[in-house]
């Protein structure tokens, strides 16, 4: 869990700034949305090979500039 502890002297909005990016570094936000209604396995499964397929063609995309 991201924590960020307010330094002497420090304005909130530093400390407010530290903590977003702490958060985003560990992908909490992303967990939080994952996690926020149930999946079937069928589903989840289905997802995954969307990203999948979806990186495949971005990757080929970039290739072939």
Request: glycine content about 4%; hydrophobic content about 30%; proline content about 3%.
């Amino acid at each position: 869990m991201a924590e960020v502890r307010l330094q002497e002297g420090e304005p909130l909005e530093n400390a407010l700034r530290r903590f977003k990016r702490k958060v985003q570094q560990e992908d909490i936000i992303k967990e939080v949305k994952r996690h926020s209604f149930y999946l079937k396995p069928g589903e989840k499964r289905r997802v995954k090979e969307a990203l999948a397929r979806k990186r495949n063609r971005k990757k080929a995309r970039k290739e072939q500039d």
